[in-house]
């Protein structure tokens, strides 16, 4: 971050708190490369940290009161005390992400003291790009730094998964898992069951292209309830394909997988289930085997084999999950006719961003027939980058 810049954050935090801050923490928005709605049902999926990052500014305080602001106006100022039950305010206010992070550390290690802090940031909200999760890491990591509390990475991960519940949403473990755990240069394979991360270099000459629809995925309003009905479906549809494929004692998603192949699968969903579950569980099968084979393209530098597993996972989360819309299938379009090797949504859809594959030499065409054919008509600004995969979260002297 420029000098500059962090100096303007330090004079806000002075102008807010009345004194200075002492540490920094930083917390990366991401870009899911493939595997979408399969981690809450325990399946590896593939993202990468972005440069759009959370920034907070803290100082420790002596009591137990967490009083934060915020460089936006738009987002009021807030203070709550770190007690044992730690009460939500209205669904969407900002201050339950950092309200679910402070819960589960209480939660987990009893009383803690609280912090003055200043929130800025650049992820695009409700974009698709976990701007959320991303304030829940930073608040996290401040409150563990502020009280010198130890906790392993693996273990803050899981915490905050199951924290995010908190907001309302039932999410997976990827957004949090991987703004902890992210490494410059490269994407990370995540798998939950065990909860493990394997970093996977991204080659040199691959840009991924990432364009906001300028839908707005807002999960605190209606698209949480849309989000929210996709894992019950799973539940419904695991236990009858676990005991079709004789797994009546583990009936999970990754011991299901591990019993036949993609197709076989999903052969035995539109067999044994009824629509819509049929098309719910195909698109979980399918995907967890091409993120497998993605995880092997990008080992391989195979950018068309990559390219072609993003399509098809886009065309997966359309038809058969139902989470897309007509301005992300717009983009993905878009962004192939200008030759792109493979195009997806990124996220939870239903809104938000789409991500492209190209080589080197490409990417700039896919940014401009984006910004002509989709961004300037609807007049929007801002709304494409090339992702810069980048560093996990973590804190610094201010
Ligand atoms: P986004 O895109 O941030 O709403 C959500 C979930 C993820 C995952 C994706 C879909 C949260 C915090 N995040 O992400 O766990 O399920 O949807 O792959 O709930």
Redesign the pocket.
Known sequence: MAVTEIGRLVDAFIAAHGTKPSRLVRAPGRV?LI??????NGLP?LPVAIQHEVRMLVAPRDDGQVRLANVDEAFEPVTFELGPVIPARPAGHWANYAKAAAQALVTACGPIGGLDALVAGNIPQAA???S??ALVVASALALVDANALEIAPYALMALLADA?HYVG???????QAICLGARRGTATRIDFRPLRLTPVEVPSGWRFVVAFSGVR?Q?SAAAREV?NRRPRECAEALPILAEAAGLADEATWPALVARGTAGELAALAVSELEPPLDRRARHVVTEAARVDEAVTALRAADLAAFGRLMTASHASLRDDYEVSCPELDALVDLALGAGARGARL???GFG?SVVALADEATAAGIVSRWAQAYCRPRGLAGAVFVAVPSEGAGVSDA
């Open positions: 899911n595997g979408d709605h399969i981690d809450y999926v698709g790009l976990s959320s999760s995010e949403t039932r999410g997976g473990g990827m957004d995925a999960k989000y990124t996220g939870a938000g």
